[in-house]
Every structure is written in structure tokens, then in C-alpha cells.
């Protein structure tokens, strides 16, 4: 049986072992010189990604210094993206590009663009490559060549992943995925130089496929440790934390296999990728179940 991969949900930010953030983002190390985006800047920055998926603005771009950061997220039912500008600065020129900086803005815009905060659930591997691969596809349609990009998360991914986001690999490859979709095979000349604003798109990415994933989260007053399988045969333990949600890939095959307790006689869940499950306290029945989210 191949190794059951488990991430859970938690925040959605991108931000150095040098320090890491809180989601293990690594942090460049500080510039001196601090020259990046004005709020005007990236605002113009911000509106050209926007016309280059053909969509409108639905949050509030907001600079705050001293966060070493760039998140997206919702206050009092209101989106914003919230930047710091040294941090940026830092990136760019960690990474050798204008574009860095670029792309963490595209990555944000992608959060909101696909939703991901509205369930309120954090951060999930799924959620930050679908950011992702809407980041490369940005900066294909605003100029940047592959190289410029990959940049950002050359530098500031950790190469494994953590709970909340996926390691180096699946976050280069899914840039790498968007940029295609969006320029096909050919490749533009690397260049520093920061994009154009260019003419409105008529067509948005698609979303990153989440076929290979499933979300489950628990319903409880305390954690309980469930066990899971990708054959039904061979079962691994792992700990669910209540009311923080949690995305689990299966490598091989369609579906996965769930038991409340670790035994043969159990009842076993058959959980279908792309679906959203909960577990629950069901009163009438006075036990523990499984139910599909719709």
C-alpha cells in the first residue's frame, strides 16, 4: 500500500529558516533598499492581473508594514489583500526579479478569485496550488516568462510541505500548469522588467483538479483518532482535531477508506475524491458517523 499523505487545514498565507511564518513559508532575508510598490503601484498591478482574467475586483488592497507577508483574507465579511511592502522588496530582489513580487500578489488575487475563504476553513494543499496554478497563468498573460513565474516560490517554498501547503515541487509544477494553459509552449525572454498592463482576456483559467483529494473534518468536543486506508485492507492511524478540517490524498486510487475504530469488524466508510465528508455525533443512533457534505 502506498503512504497515506495528510495535510491539515489551517491558514492561508504566503510569507525564512533562516524565519518561516506560521505557515512554514520561508522569509527572505531583509533589503536595505526599499523602493517595490506604493499603494498606487500595486494597485496598478493589481488591476492588470485583474484585466488579464477578464474579472473584477471584489477586495480591498491594503499595505501594512512590518508583517514580513502578503495574505489574503476575509474581516467582518469584507476581502482584502494584505501586503507588506518591505517584505516584497525583499523577495524581488531574493529572487533576482520584479516579478516575485508580482506573482505573490497573483497568487492572492487567486484565493479570492477561486473563493477559498469563504468556507472559512484555512488554508489546504489543494486550495494553495489552485492559487497557484491561477499565478502562473496571470503572469503568462501579463508577460512574464516561466523562469520569472517560478521565481517566488523557488525561493520561499519549503521543499516539503507542511499542513496547510504542498512542498516546492507540486507548487513549481502547477505555476508551470497554468502558464502553459495560458501561453501553450512557447516561452518568453526572462526580463526584470516589470509587466504592461495588457488587453482584458475572455478566458479565465480553469480550476486546478481536486480529484485526488478529500476534505474531512470532525464535529466534536475533543480530537479522536480515526483510521484510514487507500485498499480497505491496510489501515493507518491518524489524529483528527476537532473543528479544523483537514485534506488527505490518496496516491493510487479513486477513493479511500474510513473506520471510526481500528478493527476488521468496523463499519468502513468508502469516501469518493472531490467530496467534502464530516464526522458527527449522530443522537438518535448514539454513535459516531460519516456523512457527505453537499
Not at 468536543?221 to 493507518?236: C, E, H, I, K
Not at 483528527?240 to 477513493?255: M, R, S
Request: charged residues 15%.
Amino acid at each position: 500500500m502506498k503512504r497515506i499523505v495528510l495535510f491539515l487545514l489551517l491558514c492561508s498565507q504566503i510569507a525564512f529558516a533562516q524565519k518561516t511564518n506560521q505557515c512554514g513559508i520561508l522569509i527572505p532575508p531583509p533589503s536595505k533598499v526599499y523602493n517595490f510598490l506604493s499603494a498606487y503601484e500595486a494597485g496598478a498591478y493589481v488591476r492588470t492581473i485583474l484585466d488579464s482574467v477578464n474579472w473584477k475586483q471584489n477586495f480591498t488592497l491594503l499595505e501594512q508594514s512590518g508583517i514580513n507577508n502578503a495574505y489574503a483574507t476575509i474581516i467582518r465579511n469584507k476581502r482584502f489583500i494584505i501586503y507588506d511592502n518591505r517584505f516584497l522588496t525583499a523577495l524581488d530582489q531574493y529572487s533576482n526579479t520584479n516579478w516575485a513580487s508580482v506573482s505573490v500578489l497573483a497568487h492572492e488575487i487567486g484565493h479570492h478569485y477561486h473563493s477559498h475563504l469563504v468556507s472559512g476553513n484555512g488554508s489546504t494543499p489543494a486550495k494553495e496550488l489552485e492559487a497557484d496554478y491561477f499565478s502562473g497563468y496571470a503572469l503568462a498573460k501579463i508577460g512574464a516568462s516561466l523562469g520569472d513565474a517560478t521565481a517566488a516560490i523557488q525561493k520561499i517554498a519549503p521543499a516539503l510541505g507542511n499542513t496547510s501547503h504542498p512542498g516546492r515541487a507540486a507548487r513549481v509544477d502547477a505555476i508551470q500548469k497554468g502558464w502553459y494553459y495560458a501561453k501553450g509552449i512557447n516561452t518568453s525572454s526572462t526580463t526584470a522588467a516589470r509587466p504592461a498592463v495588457p488587453q482584458p482576456q475572455q478566458n479565465p483559467p480553469p480550476p486546478v483538479s481536486e480529484s485526488n483529494w478529500i476534505n474531512l473534518a470532525l464535529y466534536g468536543n475533543s480530537a479522536m483518532t480515526v483510521y484510514l486506508s487507500d485498499d480497505g485492507r491496510n489501515y493507518s492511524p491518524v489524529l483528527l482535531k476537532t473543528t479544523q478540517p483537514f485534506v488527505f490524498k490518496y496516491e493510487i486510487y479513486n477513493y479511500g477508506f474510513l473506520r471510526l475504530v481500528n478493527s476488521p469488524n468496523a463499519e468502513t466508510y468508502k469516501l469518493i475524491h472531490n467530496k467534502d465528508y464530516s464526522i458527527i455525533w449522530n443522537r438518535r443512533a448514539n454513535n459516531w458517523t460519516v456523512v457527505e457534505v453537499k
